[in-house]
């Protein structure tokens, strides 16, 4: 696979100033990388910079270092009108609170169209309101929808709506934070379903941001481990799930509920804490595993969490 | 549980496959219903409003009906006592209080119209600007407003008055300089709040610029509170402009205002107290009626803001 990644992200960081003396450093030079039509799963305990980092990319904020690359154009700087352009239709998010994304005070209609009219990509009324209906359909809503406000629809269908103003740009990369936390579990396997069903249709790619490893596992095909900020592990779903390294990862992996309750009965959630773990995020570096699986350590701590199987 | 066997493919993966329930929309009351029923529950907005509304349609019609104009002077009818002719008396030089009470009020309202007009044009402007693009534009704004709002406004429209002579006008324009404060705070506030929602930051993510973010995305928002606000300033407004007038700094006669006359009447109060006691009286029903009609909105909009 020589293909050229859709996006690539190398050494980004972003910090919050707070006042004179304090930072707090969000994310704190993280890379990777995605292919056209892939999904990377980018998980991490909340606070420890997923949203941060989707945000940055998408430059939601100003990044504080690093570069962002995006179908080969950097646009972590200051940006020409083509890239930004490129940037605002191609690159889209999916936001979290299925209340809080769509705004209350708009139709449907208008909200899908929302990028469209930003961006004038229609010459007619007509061909407007088709594009919208066609959407609807895409993402399991009719037409009949179109008319409605956010408040009559349900938890899922307003994450369907919220795809929906996504997909009308037809965009190369969607960045979903932790599109669907806020559902039910039965609604959120449709939901995922839905991003599996688009992305073969429109071989779009995905950054998908969750707090646990067990949806992730089964829509990503590389995975990242954030934590306070680092990339504490990356590979791919095979990878991570077969052969974890880093005590942060393995964690995660205890943490995830098997549905057999006979085998739930047994699971040992593995308990992981930096503070008294003795690991120092700053002084490690990238160790290459195999293929694409890359751990954050010292070299000592490799050994270590090698030997410890 | 313990006794309960499983199969071999009880736990596996459905996949795409599966089909599981609808989901069901809750079954919504559209908001505008939703406030007119709960601002018909409450009794005192109820009363309130329709005072607001009797005062207001007396205050222009009275006037219009009446067979006296509100500056006519007649010095063989000084200071009488009310009566059939003069429902409310006649003031000092003959003038029938009824006309002047109701034109008056004509004129209070006038002036809270005005300040509330103002207060939401330039108020609502300042806090949006101050809020939204926040930074440093926010704190040189916000450092600007509070030195405003630290000079008594009674200064400011004392020094006015040097340079202007007192009228409707310089009323209305000392109103304008200080009333603005306390809206653009609360927009200020709610724009802070809203411009972090998601679906403001969907639009920045779709290329929206601030135009279209400001008229499309925030103010719709933001608006139905802010007018709900602006009704608190009403009896502000009002009161002040007694209060200017009691302080002799009000409308110059032969017009009258609700404050120039009971500074007037107030010269006289143990001879004619009635030359006062009505004005009064209409002040306080009018100032009560607002309030108690503003406060019925603030809670049927939104029935968590009552702390605010
Ligand atoms: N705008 C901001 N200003 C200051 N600190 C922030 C800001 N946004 C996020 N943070 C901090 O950065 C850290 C990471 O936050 P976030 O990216 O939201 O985490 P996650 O999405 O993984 O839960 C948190 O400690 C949070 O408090
Ligand atoms: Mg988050």
Same mark, same amino acid.
């Given at each position: 696979?020589?293909?050229?990644?859709?996006?690539?992200?190398?050494? /980004?960081?972003?910090?919050?100033?707070?006042?004179?003396?304090?930072? @707090?450093?969000?994310?704190?030079?993280?890379?990777?990388?995605?292919?056209?039509?892939?999904?990377?799963?980018?998980?991490?305990?909340?606070?420890?910079?997923?949203?941060?980092?989707?945000?940055?990319?998408?430059?939601?904020?100003?990044?504080?270092?690093?570069?962002?690359?995006?179908?080969?154009?950097?646009?972590?700087?200051?940006?020409?009108?083509?890239?930004?352009?490129?940037?605002?239709?191609?690159?889209?998010?999916?936001?979290?609170?299925?209340?809080?994304?769509?705004?209350?005070?708009?139709? @449907?209609?208008?909200?899908?169209?929302?990028?469209?009219?930003?961006?004038? *990509?229609?010459?007619?009324?007509?061909?407007?309101?088709?594009?919208?209906?066609?959407?609807?359909?895409?993402?399991?809503?009719?037409?009949?929808?179109?008319?409605?406000?956010?408040?009559?629809?349900?938890?899922?269908?307003?994450?369907?709506?919220?795809?929906?103003?996504?997909?009308?740009?037809?965009?190369?990369?969607?960045? %979903?934070?932790? %599109?669907?936390?806020?559902?039910?579990?039965?609604?959120?396997?449709?939901?995922?379903?839905?991003?599996?069903?688009?992305?073969?249709?429109?071989?779009?790619?995905?950054?998908?941001?969750?707090?646990?490893?067990?949806?992730?596992?089964?829509?990503?095909?590389?995975?990242?481990? /954030?934590?306070?900020?680092?990339?504490? *592990?990356?590979?791919?779903?095979?990878?991570?799930?077969?052969?974890?390294?880093?005590?942060?990862?393995?964690?995660?992996?205890?943490?995830?509920?098997?549905?057999?309750?006979? @085998?739930?009965?047994?699971? @040992?959630?593995?308990?992981?804490?930096?503070?008294?773990?003795?690991?120092?995020?700053? /002084?490690?570096?990238?160790?290459?595993?195999?293929?694409?699986?890359?751990?954050?350590?010292?070299?000592?701590?490799? *050994?270590?969490?090698?030997?410890?199987? | 549980?313990?006794?309960?066997?499983?199969?071999?493919?009880?736990?596996?993966?459905?996949?795409?496959?599966?089909?599981? +329930?609808?989901?069901?929309?809750?079954?919504?009351? =559209?908001?505008? +219903?939703?406030?007119?029923?709960?601002?018909?529950?409450?009794?005192?907005?109820?009363?309130?409003?329709?005072?607001? !509304?009797?005062?207001?349609?007396?205050?222009?019609?009275? =006037?219009?009906?009446?067979?006296?104009?509100?500056?006519?002077?007649?010095?063989?009818? &000084?200071?009488?006592?009310?009566?059939? &002719?003069?429902?409310?008396?006649?003031?000092?030089?003959?003038?029938?209080?009824?006309?002047?009470?109701?034109?008056?009020?004509?004129?209070?309202?006038?002036?809270?119209?005005?300040? !509330?007009?103002?207060?939401?044009?330039?108020?609502?402007?300042?806090?949006?600007?101050?809020?939204?693009?926040?930074?440093? !534009?926010?704190?040189?704004?916000?450092?600007?407003?509070?030195?405003?709002?630290?000079? =008594?406004?009674?200064?400011?429209?004392? $020094?006015?008055?040097?340079?202007?002579?007192?009228? $409707?006008?310089?009323?209305?324009?000392?109103?304008?300089?200080?009333?603005?404060?306390?809206?653009?705070?609360?927009?200020?506030?709610?724009?802070?709040? !809203?411009?972090?929602?998601?679906?403001?930051?969907?639009?920045?993510?779709?290329?929206?610029?601030?135009?279209?973010?400001?008229?499309?995305?925030?103010?719709?928002?933001?608006?139905?509170?802010?007018?709900?606000?602006?009704?608190?300033?009403?009896?502000?407004?009002?009161?002040?402009?007694?209060?200017?007038?009691?302080?002799?700094?009000?409308?110059?006669?032969?017009?009258?205002?609700?404050?120039?006359?009971?500074?007037?009447?107030? +010269?006289?109060?143990?001879?004619?107290?009635?030359?006062?006691?009505?004005?009064?009286?209409?002040?306080?029903?009018?100032?009560?009626?607002?309030?108690?009609?503003?406060?019925?909105?603030?809670?049927?909009?939104?029935?968590?803001? +009552?702390?605010?």
């Amino acid at each position: 696979m020589n293909q050229q990644p859709i996006l690539e992200v190398k050494n /980004l960081k972003q910090h919050f100033k707070i006042n004179r003396k304090f930072t @707090v450093k969000a994310v704190d030079g993280i890379s990777f990388q995605i292919m056209p039509g892939q999904t990377y799963g980018l998980v991490g305990e909340s606070g420890s910079g997923k949203s941060t980092t989707g945000r940055s990319i998408i430059r939601l904020y100003n990044p504080t270092d690093g570069e962002v690359i995006f179908n080969g154009k950097d646009i972590s700087g200051k940006m020409t009108k083509d890239e930004l352009k490129l940037l605002r239709t191609k690159m889209q998010m999916i936001f979290q609170d299925p209340m809080a994304c769509l705004n209350p005070r708009k139709k @449907v209609i208008d909200i899908i169209a929302e990028g469209i009219d930003i961006h004038h *990509e229609f010459k007619t009324q007509e061909e407007r309101n088709q594009k919208v209906y066609d959407i609807l359909e895409l993402v399991g809503l009719s037409k009949e929808h179109a008319t409605r406000y956010p408040h009559q629809f349900s938890g899922g269908q307003r994450q369907r709506i919220g795809i929906a103003r996504t997909l009308i740009m037809n965009p190369d990369l969607i960045i %979903a934070d932790e %599109a669907i936390s806020a559902l039910d579990v039965s609604i959120q396997a449709q939901v995922v379903n839905l991003m599996k069903k688009i992305q073969k249709e429109t071989n779009t790619a995905f950054l998908f941001i969750a707090h646990d490893l067990s949806m992730v596992k089964y829509i990503s095909d590389h995975i990242g481990v /954030l934590h306070l900020g680092h990339l504490v *592990e990356t590979g791919t779903t095979e990878e991570i799930f077969n052969n974890p390294i880093h005590p942060y990862t393995k964690s995660l992996l205890s943490a995830i509920p098997s549905p057999n309750p006979k @085998v739930e009965k047994t699971r @040992v959630s593995l308990s992981y804490d930096y503070a008294t773990s003795g690991i120092d995020y700053e /002084l490690g570096s990238q160790h290459h595993i195999s293929g694409s699986h890359y751990v954050l350590a010292t070299e000592k701590e490799l *050994e270590e969490w090698k030997n410890t199987e | 549980m313990d006794n309960f066997e499983f199969l071999e493919d009880d736990f596996a993966f459905v996949g795409e496959n599966h089909e599981s +329930k609808k989901e069901i929309a809750p079954p919504v009351t =559209p908001f505008f +219903k939703d406030f007119m029923r709960r601002l018909g529950k409450n009794k005192g907005a109820c009363i309130g409003g329709i005072l607001i !509304v009797i005062i207001i349609l007396i205050a222009i019609i009275a =006037p219009m009906v009446s067979s006296y104009d509100y500056a006519e002077m007649n010095t063989a009818i &000084q200071s009488t006592s009310p009566n059939a &002719q003069h429902l409310f008396g006649t003031d000092r030089y003959g003038r029938d209080l009824f006309t002047r009470v109701w034109q008056g009020t004509r004129i209070s309202l006038f002036v809270a119209a005005s300040a !509330v007009i103002i207060d939401i044009i330039f108020g609502m402007t300042y806090g949006l600007i101050s809020g939204y693009f926040g930074g440093k !534009v926010d704190t040189v704004m916000q450092r600007v407003q509070e030195i405003i709002n630290s000079i =008594p406004s009674l200064v400011i429209l004392t $020094l006015l008055l040097v340079i202007m002579k007192a009228s $409707l006008f310089t009323i209305i324009i000392a109103l304008m300089l200080t009333g603005w404060i306390g809206m653009s705070r609360i927009t200020r506030a709610q724009v802070l709040k !809203v411009k972090e929602e998601e679906y403001v930051l969907a639009s920045k993510t779709l290329g929206a610029g601030h135009f279209f973010i400001i008229f499309k995305n925030i103010l719709p928002n933001i608006f139905g509170q802010l007018i709900i606000m602006s009704m608190f300033s009403i009896p502000n407004a009002i009161f002040y402009e007694a209060f200017l007038a009691f302080l002799g700094l009000g409308i110059p006669t032969p017009q009258a205002s609700l404050g120039s006359l009971i500074n007037d009447g107030f +010269k006289s109060i143990l001879i004619t107290p009635y030359m006062v006691i009505i004005p009064v009286i209409v002040l306080a029903i009018l100032m009560l009626s607002f309030n108690l009609f503003a406060d019925g909105l603030r809670d049927a909009f939104d029935p968590t803001m +009552k702390e605010m």
